[in-house]
């Protein structure tokens, strides 16, 4: 009886023993060879977005890191969004070499004044891409230049403006004059030209891409000129808001609010598909440096407010973008700038390197105001 | 252990060793079948992981091609820019440009556009080429396909300040088929398509493309894979597949070309891309295939091993069981040998009483076999006790002086009677110089040897057996440790050699058939070989199958006096003489004996018994009158009675023991006790006595008693003359009547009893055999007769059943000792239910009174009448 009870009771143990042996040396095996056979072995693709502003400000930061995150999640990228780092500041090298050693590959930077601080970091690392948001100047070979197109979109904006207005003075504000704002600009008042050559065209500096106070300063003052419509551009939603609260009409910038009275359009960008290009693109194999797509590649469009339009309106600005599809050229015929100095003659077109890089002039028709 | 038990030992250890194997199997096919899901694992991961760097490598391949065919049109466009070039420093028209283009080319055309979209010179485009040309004239040189055109490559032409036309070339798609763009024919291992990613279709083919190519998917008219490869181009600039649902051996590339709307598509051989890696992939194979079996032999290695630690864990769990089992076999036989022995004595000891007063000669013949088979079954359960004991370890040697000579003496007495018995004969041997004093156990010694020569005689049918002691040495010094050898020789029926080697093992008797008539446990040798080795000796047998054997006993002993025995044969026969002439063979007029009883008569009995020898004899009667004699002076001899009122004998010598002032302190002290069975005289012993006598005391044992205990000195032997005379006479006297009483006696007890109270015969045993002296005796017992009724009387009366047993015992001892049988009977009867009512249960006790109350008058009348019929048959006046 003794010896079966044991043999029994060996047998159950033996049972449990060896069940346990097998799977523990299964699992082992397994997911050793599943670590160095897998995916699991390459490091994981990541990438890291720096970011001047909490990403959750309305404007450029919220868009940006929307639409890098959708972008990631599409392709399978991790994503590391460092935002509030300060430019200028020695914030950006720690952030950048935290990044790297935890093996990021690709890093975006969303503020275009990281660019020159970040140049010596790029040399320093060949094996990381860095992409610079930046549409005017390129710094440096190892780093890629991304921005949007936005002059064509503008463009039509004015077509807008030009076409709501009712007082004939169409406002604008935008941060500092450089070669991407006063192309911008430039193409606005083109588009307001080309609806209502009689309008004027106001507008403001407000000093900084965020710079709330001034921005309402401007706002304000463009009302007080008489400006019933107004376009801008800023790397914030501000500037929508004190127009709305002034009560003053405006193309919006970033992202249409459609619950907004005095919000007659906006311009918007898929930043999806813009991060989504770059991420596909294998810069050593095609040795790009710059990326600015627009309206032609589906990146930017002017949303239009429903029933804030009328149908003239609505069909006119139609009728402009439909032009522009089929080779009409903003930049292009008899341009004379505010000096009086002729920029293009009748029958030519502004080569696109001229106008991304060397826009240093602004059309005749607008006009700066000045604070009293 | 019978068959049966064999039989199921056999199947469960075929059982255990078919359960290991089974287990061994299973586990060996669990770790196998592990193995192999992981190797299975293994190969398709690394077939996984090889797909894996394939498509890599693919895709840089596609990424490469897509690369060469952006330079192949970057030639193209440098082209025409530098016809632009030339243009715009006015040297050419357009329309000379344009042709300029096409020059030598018939398959291409070309044209030049303005920014309005007018044609300027050469050939119109389509209006799908709008937003090409807006691109142109914004400065961007492009090449793109246009359904049932061609490939146009387009540049901008520069005028004054900004850009003024665009300049293009179409390659038409009938030349595309043949000259243009061709480069799977050039290098690749590739065949490479260039692909209209809007349009669809295949713009450039490899050479062989067509309806009938392995490639072509007639179902879509387009190339295999195609879908797969542009939704996963969505995501990536080039991509790869290697699916055998596509093509088992090609694996499916594509890469969009940069600034067109086309793609390459291509499909490269799986081997010709992995032909190195697969090496690695066999190597890896084929040491993890070794690995298994190395494995393998490791877990049969590790089974094995765990086989053999299980059944040696197995058989150490039944050795300790096996040993448990045994210890407590032991302790089990040494409680019972311990409990049977008690009531068997007691069994024993009834029996002798009945020996003594059974009357009927059948009676005495079966109360002797009682007697032989009890003593036959005590020896047993001695041996049983002593086994166990030696077994469980509880055996000691006790370390004690002794002497040779009286272990020889009784050795030889009891072997001799038992070899006389059964007519053999026995001669014993001992060396003259052999030491007579030792120090050591001499109750086992004597076991060792009687053990050896009991077995000689035992079995030996006839013939002899002779015991030799002897020693190397011939001088002996006190304190030394001598080895002494014991050899029992005999002519028995000897042992086979087969059997030898079981002759000392417990419980094993051999040539059982042979032997069947010989009783016995089987343990006596074995006994006697752990005593032996407990003793620090040795035993070795010699023995001839039919002829004999000879066991030699070696055993070291210490010397204690080296006196020698001398010549013992002698002294045995001396010894014989000493036994037989007991009568007067000494005087001690010196000696004083101090005689306690609280019987005048027995004192009487034992004063006339002495007298011969001249002994000064002391009286007293209870044990306080002793306590103080022996105060008063010396005795050299105590005989002190057991059952006594107010103080017995026991607690008497107790006192006497205690008392610092006595003058007896050395003197040996002799019970007298009528309680005469056996274990009583270990009871005596214990209690502090030397020895014992039992009443009615015997003539002989009282002299031979004296004799023993009183120092030498003061005994004188009578003449030899004389002692020889009486000895000549008296000895065969003596053996004779020792022969009728066993037999005759009986018989005339038996007539006598049926007309005499008083057994005449029976009295003058007990009187030292006269006539006269048991006429005294006579006259005294008529003579306390009143004193003694009364006495008895008054306890009864008084119900001090106490005292009434005191007397009752004393009539009982008394009138035996004059012959008074019945009475004896009748008031042993009395004192027994006395005894059981005081010391008995108490559910019993009414019924013992009323028995005493009953018969208490029976046994008075029968009183009184035993003293008329000594009145009136011998005359015995009171």
């Known amino acids: 009886m003794m010896s079966v009870k044991f ?55 919220r868009e940006i890191a929307l639409g890098m995150q959708q972008a990631c999640d599409e392709l399978g990228y991790e994503l590391y969004i460092e935002d509030e780092v300060a430019v200028g500041s020695d914030a950006c090298h720690q952030v950048i070499e935290k990044l790297i050693a935890r093996g990021v ?60 207005t009712k007082t004939g003075i169409v406002g604008y504000a935008a941060p500092f004059p450089a070669s991407e704002t006063r192309r911008d600009l430039n193409a606005f008042a083109l588009g307001v030209q080309s609806v209502r050559p009689d309008a004027r065209i106001l507008f403001r500096w407000t000093g900084q891409w965020i710079s709330p106070a001034k921005e309402h300063e401007a706002v304000y003052l463009l009302k007080m000129q008489g400006a019933d419509v107004m376009g801008y551009f800023a790397a914030t939603q501000a500037i929508a808001a004190a127009a709305e609260e002034i009560g003053m009409d405006y193309i919006d910038f970033h992202r249409l609010r459609s619950g907004n009275a005095h919000c007659i359009a906006a311009i918007e960008t898929d930043w999806r598909m813009v991060y989504t290009e770059l991420l596909r693109m294998n810069r050593r194999s095609e040795g790009e440096h710059v990326y600015w797509k627009g309206l032609f590649d589906d990146v930017v469009c002017l949303h239009l407010q429903n029933g804030a339009l009328t149908p003239r309106e609505e069909a006119l600005v139609g009728r402009a973008r439909s032009a522009l599809w089929s080779g009409h050229q903003i930049f292009s015929g008899n341009i004379i700038d505010q000096s009086g100095s002729r920029r293009c003659m009748e029958g030519e077109v502004i080569s696109n390197s001229d106008v991304r890089t060397h826009m240093d002039w602004l059309v005749r028709g607008v006009e700066s105001i000045e604070s009293k | 252990m019978n068959p049966n038990d064999s039989n199921e030992a056999k199947d469960a250890s075929q059982r255990r060793t078919l359960g290991f194997a089974m287990r061994m199997i299973g586990q060996f096919l669990i770790f196998l079948l592990v193995l192999f899901g992981i190797g299975t694992l293994l190969h398709s991961k690394m077939s996984d992981a090889l797909n894996v760097e394939v498509e890599k490598f693919v895709v840089r391949q596609a990424e490469q091609i897509s690369l060469t065919y952006r330079e192949l049109f970057q030639n193209e466009l440098d082209l025409l820019e530098k016809l632009a070039d030339v243009m715009e420093s006015g040297k050419l028209s357009p329309d000379d440009v344009t042709a300029a283009v096409i020059h030598g080319e018939p398959m291409a055309q070309a044209g030049m556009v303005d920014m309005y979209g007018r044609l300027v010179a050469g050939t119109p485009l389509p209006p799908e080429s709008k937003l090409q040309m807006a691109e142109a004239l914004q400065g961007r040189q492009s090449i793109h396909h246009y359904k049932g055109v061609g490939v146009v490559a387009m540049v901008p032409v520069k005028g004054v300040q900004n850009i003024r036309y665009a300049l293009y070339k179409i390659y038409l798609d009938q030349g595309l088929q043949e000259d243009y763009f061709h480069l799977s024919d050039k ?37 295999k894979g195609v879908d797969q490869l542009l939704s996963r181009l969505e995501n990536a600039h080039g991509v790869a597949i290697f699916s055998p649902e596509i093509d088992e051996d090609y694996v499916l590339f594509a890469s969009d070309i940069k600034d067109t709307n086309c793609a390459v598509i291509g499909y490269t051989e799986w081997h010709s891309v992995v032909d190195g890696i697969l090496h690695i992939h066999m190597i890896v194979l084929w040491v993890f295939g070794l690995l298994v079996v190395l494995f393998c032999v490791f877990v049969l290695y590790a089974f094995t091993n765990k086989l053999q630690a299980e059944e040696s864990k197995e058989l150490r769990e039944a050795r300790d069981e096996a040993l448990r089992a045994n210890r407590a076999k032991s302790e089990f036989l040494a409680n019972m040998s311990h409990e049977i022995r008690t009531p068997l004595n007691a069994v024993l000891g009834m029996n002798e009483m009945i020996l003594r007063e ?35 370890g509880k055996m000691e040697l006790v370390d004690a002086s002794y002497s040779m000579s009286s272990v020889l003496n009784d050795i030889y007495n009891m ?15 001992v060396m003259p110089e052999l030491p007579d004093g030792f120090r050591g156990d001499e109750v086992r010694l004597r076991q060792v040897l009687v053990n050896i020569l009991n077995n000689a005689v035992k079995y030996t049918p006839k013939g002899s057996v002779t015991f030799t002691i002897r020693s190397a040495l011939k001088e002996f010094r006190a304190g030394e440790t001598v080895m002494l050898e014991f050899v029992s020789k005999d002519t028995g029926i000897g042992i086979r050699e087969a059997d030898k080697g079981k002759l000392f093992s417990q419980f094993e008797r051999l040539d059982i058939k042979r032997n069947r008539n010989i009783e016995g446990t089987g343990l006596g040798l074995s006994i006697t070989v752990r005593l032996v080795r407990m003793m620090g000796g040795t035993i070795d047998v010699e023995s001839v199958y039919g002829e004999g054997s000879v066991f030699t006993v070696r055993l070291p002993l210490r010397i204690e006096n080296p006196e020698p025995v001398g010549d013992f044969l002698a002294r045995v026969e001396e010894f014989v003489r000493q036994q037989n002439s007991y009568r007067e063979s000494f005087v001690a007029p010196g000696a004083k004996v101090l005689v306690v009883d609280d019987n005048d008569m027995n004192l009487t009995v034992v004063e006339s018994l002495l007298a011969k020898t001249k002994v000064q004899i002391d009286c007293c009667m209870s044990g306080r009158e002793c306590l103080a004699k022996m105060r008063q002076q010396h005795y050299d001899i105590v005989f002190l009675d057991h059952m006594m009122p107010e103080m017995d004998g026991i607690e008497t010598l107790e006192k006497a023991k205690a008392m610092k002032d006595s003058k007896c302190l ?63 006479g008296a000895a065969p006297q003596a053996e004779a009547k020792e022969e009728t009483a066993q037999t005759e006696p009986k018989e005339t007890q038996e007539a006598a009893s049926s007309s005499y109270l008083i057994d005449q015969e029976a009295g003058l045993k007990f009187c030292g055999g006269t006539e006269p002296m048991h006429l005294r005796f006579l006259a005294m017992f008529c003579q306390r007769k009143e004193a003694v009724q009364n006495k008895l009387e008054t306890a009864m009366r008084e119900e001090n059943w106490k005292d009434y047993t005191t007397h009752i015992h004393a009539v009982k001892s008394t009138s035996l000792s004059i012959g008074g049988t019945q009475l004896s009977e009748a008031a042993k009867a009395l004192e027994m239910a006395g005894h059981a009512y005081l010391d008995g249960p108490e559910e019993e006790k009414e019924r013992q009174l009323s028995y005493i109350r009953e018969h208490h008058a029976e046994v008075m009348e029968m009183y009184d009448a035993l003293i008329e019929e000594a009145k009136e048959r011998f005359g015995v006046e009171i």
């Open chain 2, 666 to 728: 050395d003197t040996p002290v002799i019970a007298l006790t009528a309680n005469a069975i056996s274990g009583v005289k270990e009871m005596f012993l214990s209690k502090g006595f030397d020895d014992y006598l039992s009443k009615p005391v015997d003539s002989r044992a009282l002299e031979r008693m004296v004799q023993k205990y009183l120092p030498a000195g003061l005994v004188q032997a009578v003449e030899p003359q004389s002692s020889s005379e009486e000895e000549n």
């Open chain 2, 358 to 392: 059974a009357k009927g000669a059948s009676l005495q013949k079966y109360a002797w076999n009682v007697k032989s088979a009890g003593e036959t079954l005590l020896s047993l359960i001695n041996d049983i006790l002593d086994f166990s004991k030696i077994e469980s």
């Open chain 1, 7 to 61: 043999w029994d009771m060996l047998t159950k143990r033996f049972v449990v023993f060896s069940i346990v042996q097998a799977l523990v040396l299964c699992l082992c095996i397994f997911l050793s060879v599943n670590h160095f056979g897998g995916d699991g072995w390459q490091r994981t693709k990541s990438v890291a977005l720096i970011l001047a502003s909490p990403k959750d400000t309305e404007g450029w930061p």
């Open chain 1, 105 to 164: 590959k690709r890093i975006f930077l969303a503020n275009p004044g990281y660019q020159k601080e970040v140049e010596v970091l790029a040399r320093k690392y060949p094996q990381v891409s860095f992409f610079a948001n930046s549409a005017g100047e390129t710094v440096s070979d190892e780093i890629l230049n991304y921005s949007v197109r936005y002059y064509d979109v503008r463009y039509l904006s004015g077509v807008l403006a030009g076409l709501h």
């Open chain 2, 415 to 429: 072997v001799k009677y038992k070899a006389d018995q059964k007519g053999l004969e026995f001669h014993i041997d």
């Open chain 2, 187 to 223: 290098s690749h291992e590739a065949k490479v398509l260039l692909y209209d990613l809007n349009e669809e279709r295949v713009v450039v083919p490899y050479k062989g493309y067509g309806e009938n190519d392995r490639f072509y998917d007639p179902a879509t008219k387009l190339p």
